[in-house]
């Protein structure tokens, strides 16, 4: 087994699948030189594998951290770069003790620490600079984590997947006792920057942009027709906000100090028939970029649906949304188990066995 690439790990949240799974759909369903595709690409994952495996990449997402992450990924920089970006932004960096915008804020970082997020949140042009974009990422990877065990977390104590709510986090610190460690974040990222360094980028680069995967023919022109593989992800159907649950990295990236539930309506949505015509229409956003025989692999799970729902649900929106293709089941699908929640040393909940499975339909276009 390769070693993996320590770019696939810069910034851990919940929804995400393994790089072996992508590997394994890019082996079976591409050649070199074939462009992949992800709708709901998240932190990358499918675009990242498919550019160390010579394929053409890109991918959209509409969450900031999520596009934030996955364009580092996909257009990283050079290592010295990034070490002379760290070196200019500390130089220009106040040294202050500062205040938050609400006692969260005071109680999840050290006063000198929290200056100096807020300068990197003032200055890292993550939207435009390749460079910021990567130190922006690594920064949201390193905000909030269990830094009792790591000196690489910038936070009190927090899960390193997801924002724990700010009343909740403050009474959990004070009646564990906790409080916020000294941490530089200018020498934090160096580390970062030397570990993620260890293996090179990828020799080629892809595409990431933040919008909806609705609107994707729109924004990705250039790839219509080019698409020979999908392999994505799409929300669950009533499992999480996504806004709501990586409140605190959205905050980094310009976004307001507190968690703000349905910020994005289809983060959660808790309804079958919303949800399913919400995939109909993505597919059919979808439907412009892939090739004229093309292969959409999507892992889905949801509580309240079993597996074959889960099968007839995709199978009748992909069909829907591309009349003028034939799309055909290659298999029934296979089912495995969610690993918990790393959160649940913050939230004890009763544990709950919980599946996802995985489908893929060939979708060929038929002749005019």
Known sequence: MSKRHPFHSICPYFAMFPEEFVAEQLLRHTTLGDTVFDPFCGRGTTVFESLLHGRRAAGSDINPVAACIAGAKADAPSFPDLLVRIDQLEGAAPDTLAEGPSVFFDACFAPRTLGQILYLRDNLDWQNDPVDRFLAAMTLGALHGESHRSKLYLSNRMPRTISTKPDYSVRWWAEKGLTAPERNAFEVLRKLAAFRYQ????????????????????????????????????????????????????????????????????????????????????????QPLLSDEAVVVVRIGGGSLTKEDLFGGLFRTLSSAMPDSNVKAMSTGTTSNIRPRETSAFRPTAAKDRVEHDFTFEVVRRAA
């Open 199 to 286: 293996m090179p980028p990828a020799a080629t680069r892809g595409l990431v942009k933040q919008g909806d995967a609705r609107e994707v023919s729109t924004q990705f022109d250039a790839l219509k027709g080019a698409v020979k593989l999908v392999v994505t992800s799409p929300p669950y159907l009533d499992t999480t906000d996504y806004a709501e649950d990586q409140w605190l990295r959205l905050w980094f990236l310009g976004g307001p100090a507190r968690p703000i539930a349905r910020q994005h309506k289809d983060d959660r949505i808790t309804q079958a028939p919303i949800y399913w015509r919400f995939l109909e229409e993505s597919w059919a956003g979808l």
